[in-house]
Nanobody, 125 residues
Framework: QVQLVESGGGLVQPGGSLRLSCVAS????????VGWFRQAPGKEREGVAV????????NYRFSVKDRFTISRDNAKNTIYLQMSNLKPGDTAVYYC??????????????????WGQGTQVTVSS
């Protein structure tokens, strides 16, 4: 029914860039906050960035602030994460998720109800 499909991951050198995409299908037209989360091997999943329904409000994890940009194209039901100046510490599986509450932050991952399958990002020389 509801499906979120991430793409755009891969292997990149430190300092490089990647753009992740998440195409949503089967969602209600009034879906609200969309977030990107990541999980490295042996680590807890952590919030990376969130964006509200209009795209007017964003929230970023401190470690990615000024390097990552979350955006959305509601007409295309697509969410993006532009990642620049990537570091080895950014290596993780990246997931997109959607919540119906329009006031969510990266610390509210339990409130994100639908999740994609993840896409691997590896930052290594």
């Amino acid at each position: 029914q509801v499906q979120l499909v991430e793409s755009g991951g891969g292997l990149v050198q430190p300092g490089g860039s990647l753009r992740l995409s998440c195409v949503a299908s089967g969602l209600r037209s009034d879906f609200h906050t969309v977030g990107w989360f990541r999980q490295a091997p042996g680590k807890e999943r952590e919030g990376v960035a969130v964006i509200d329904s209009s795209g007017g409000s964003t929230n970023y994890r401190f470690s990615v602030k000024d390097r990552f940009t979350i955006s959305r194209d509601n007409a295309k039901n697509t969410i993006y994460l532009q990642m620049s100046n990537l570091k080895p510490g950014d290596t993780a599986v990246y997931y997109c998720a959607v919540g119906w509450n329009d006031y969510l932050t990266i610390w509210d991952q339990e409130e994100f109800k639908f999740w994609g399958q993840g896409t691997q990002v590896t930052v290594s020389s």
